[in-house]
């Protein structure tokens, strides 16, 4: 985890004047079944995309509020990343693309019977989003609709 005196004076200067969003009532909902029986969802914020799709498009101006879907039996190393964010540091990443994704991790995780099953499809959002209003009102809601339709009772969000 990155303390502020590591970022940039810019973005020091952003952290400290950006108006963040609070929730009140925190969303929550306590899952219905038991993680050995769920069927869990992966989305992340990373701007994880397959090589074959379009990359998010850093240039969009509080960024760009569009998801990409990623089936779940992709291999790893045909994802890339698109994180807008020059706070964020891309080497864990590109070292480990579970970090980002960890289909991997989850699918040995349902192999095991710590999960139910993995979800067909994650949800990959770009990060550093300073302008959520499309997100929050189509976007974020359009990918749930998604999930919820795939039947997947737990989603797992992936912060980058």
């Known amino acids: 985890m990155a303390r502020l005196s590591d970022l940039s004076l810019r973005n ?17 909902a306590r899952p219905r079944k038991p993680l050995g029986e769920a ?9 994880v995309y397959l090589r074959s799709q379009v990359p998010f498009d850093c240039t969009v101006r509080g960024g760009d509020s569009s998801f990409r879907e990623i ?12 994180h807008k964010s020059d706070a964020f540091d891309q080497t864990g990443f590109r070292a480990d693309r579970n970090l980002g994704l960890p289909l991997e991790r989850l699918r040995e995780m349902a192999a095991r019977g710590e999960i139910g099953a993995l979800n067909g499809r994650a949800i990959s959002f770009m990060g550093s989003i300073t302008a959520p209003g499309r997100l929050v009102k189509e976007t974020a809601p359009r990918a749930a609709a998604l999930l919820e339709a795939d039947g997947a009772d737990v989603a797992l969000l992936i912060p980058l």
């Open 12 to 28: 020091r200067v952003f952290m400290a004047r950006y108006r963040y969003r609070a929730l009140d009532p925190v969303p929550f």
């Open 39 to 47: 069927r869990v969802a992966l989305v992340t914020t990373g701007g």
């Open 71 to 82: 089936p779940s039996g992709t291999a790893v190393e045909t994802l890339d990343i698109a």
